[in-house]
């Protein structure tokens, strides 16, 4: 079982930055991929940014590309998503998750194992 615990949502105003956190515990994190969704309301849930705590590799949205960064520290069991020049479209509940396949698989597939409560980040006009 892995527990996955986000933090650092808020609301800021367009073109503002924040950095999401996801705080892992349980198996060994470090055989994961670590991922980031979102969910907009009266949307679908999405892909964001993912890492392979094993190799480091990052895998991004389209939408995101340029503007979100994600981080990991193996030490801590943390997984970090910087949002900068953020847009009113990127409003929406933000989702830690885990899962075993690589990042290219999750990003096709929506599917992880394990998952966050999901912090609401909220971009203002």
């Known amino acids: 079982q892995v527990q996955l615990v986000e933090s650092g949502g808020g609301l800021v105003q367009a073109g503002g930055s924040l950095r999401l956190s996801c705080a892992a515990s349980g198996r060994t994190f470090n055989s994961y991929t670590m991922a980031w969704f979102r969910q907009a309301p009266g949307k679908e849930r999405e892909f964001v940014a993912s890492i392979s705590s094993r190799t480091g590799r990052l895998t991004y949205a389209d939408s995101v590309k340029g503007r979100f960064t994600i981080s990991g520290d193996n030490a801590k069991n943390t997984v970090y998503l910087q949002m900068n020049s953020l847009k009113p479209e990127d409003t929406a509940v933000y989702y830690c998750?885990?899962?075993?396949?690589?990042?290219?698989?999750?990003?096709?597939?929506?599917?992880?194992?394990?998952w966050g409560q999901g912090t609401q980040v909220t971009v203002s006009s």
């Open positions: 998750a885990a899962d075993s396949s690589p990042g290219f698989v999750i990003k096709r597939s929506l599917v992880c194992d394990y």
